[in-house]
């Protein structure tokens, strides 16, 4: 395998890979409580945490949850949470009120729009881009968390998170690394083109001497 750009989209009120409501639902979130949207027992989850082998590479790209709860996006690396205050304090991750999915959603959130003072208006904001990117190297796991933070969130009431990121296998894993130590970020057109570098060099090599 080479790279793949990959999406996971995650719903309280979902079970086994299908959104569902009502009884059968199992969505219930407290206040201000984070919720691994991959083994977090709510909702659509996976059977393990999402972890990166020694012949993979991981590069996290856009992070988005719905506005309402003002619910908020982490991403927690092994035991590091991604995004902190500037004193280095703890913080709930990046809100849906900025980084909205889908994007366009509506603002349920209570929060007055400053141009047009209408509680309603639904502001249209793309998706967390992470610049630069978020690495998740070989033998680490990693984690996207969402939490609600004004009020609770029950299995009647709908709440989605998203992740986009691309995955490095096999030998693209190891041009990842290698443009790692480069200090050159890790993109396909990057991959793409050390890849390119390495067959022109070796082509270059057989020129010289055929018997290579």
């Known amino acids: 395998m ?109 929060i007055i729009n400053p141009d047009s003072g209408d509680p309603l208006f639904s502001a249209i904001y793309p998706s967390f881009t992470f610049d630069p990117p978020a690495y998740v190297l070989p033998g680490q796991t990693w984690v996207i968390t969402f939490r609600p933070q004004n009020r609770a969130v029950t299995n009647t009431h709908g709440v989605v998170a998203f992740v986009k990121y691309t995955l490095y296998d096999g030998a693209d894993s190891l041009i990842a690394n290698k443009l790692l130590e480069m200090s050159i970020s890790v993109t396909p057109d990057n991959v793409d083109w050390y890849r390119r570098t390495l067959i022109e060099q070796n082509n270059v090599l057989h020129y010289k001497n055929p018997n290579l």
């Open 2 to 110: 080479a790279m793949r750009s990959q999406v996971y989209e995650w719903c309280n009120i979902g079970d086994n890979g299908q959104r569902v409501a009502g009884d059968n639902a199992v969505g219930t979130i407290p206040q201000n409580v984070p919720v691994d949207i991959f083994t977090g027992g709510i909702g659509n989850n996976i059977a393990k945490h999402p972890e990166v082998s020694a012949h993979q590479f991981v590069v996290i790209e856009n992070i988005s949850c719905t506005p309402q709860a003002l619910g908020t996006v982490q991403l927690i690396i092994d035991t590091t949470h991604f995004f902190q205050n500037p004193d280095m304090s703890g913080q709930s991750g990046v809100l849906g009120m900025v980084s909205p999915y889908p994007i366009g959603a509506e603002n349920n959130a209570n």
